[in-house]
């Protein structure tokens, strides 16, 4: 499938992100141990059909010597989209003299841990009680994740360029 899938330029990223941001986390704003994220303060990539039905997004922001991937949504799954995505903010990053990509993801989301290691990202921090502090901002956090693993924690990934 992902011979049929390009890669948006910048005016179909501003287009396009807000409504399948939200479509995929119920929400215009991602709340991190690094900050809160609101859809419109990120830079990002778009994956689209031939018909331009978006199919997946990166989002991240650049701190310092780093790209911190803030989400990133693939649909379907399996099919090479969300590698894609991965890559090209990657090519980003180099591109712009980035010499490091971090993602914070939650402690259920074991699909997310196993697809980035596997593109040769390592842990590298646990923030304990972290998505606790986050829900306190933000409510619509759920308590229990994925496979009903209770939601608590942050870790932390990343990848020397």
């Known amino acids: 499938m992902m011979e049929n899938i390009r890669l ?8 396009t992100a807000s409504a399948y941001f939200m479509e995929h986390w ?17 830079k990002g990539v778009v994956a689209l059909t031939p018909q331009d039905k978006v199919v997946g997004l990166i989002t991240y922001a650049v701190h310092g010597n780093a790209l911190e991937i803030i989400s990133l949504n693939a649909t379907p799954e ?6 894609a995505l ?19 993801t939650t402690n259920d989301n074991l699909e997310a841990m196993r697809f980035y ?15 606790d502090r986050a829900r306190t901002k933000k409510d619509s956090i ?20």
């Open 78 to 83: 399996g099919q090479g989209i969300g590698t």
């Open 117 to 131: 290691m596997k593109r040769g990202y390592r842990m590298s921090k646990v923030i304990r009680g972290a998505v």
């Open 8 to 15: 948006a330029n910048k005016s179909d990223f501003d287009a």
């Open 86 to 104: 991965l890559a090209e903010a990657e090519r980003r990053a180099i591109e712009d003299g980035l010499t490091l990509m971090v993602l914070t």
């Open 26 to 42: 119920l929400t215009d704003t991602m709340v991190v141990s690094s900050g809160d994220y609101p859809i419109h303060t990120l």
């Open 142 to 161: 759920p308590v229990v994740g994925a496979d009903g693993i209770p939601l608590h924690d942050e870790l932390v990934l990343n990848k020397t360029l």
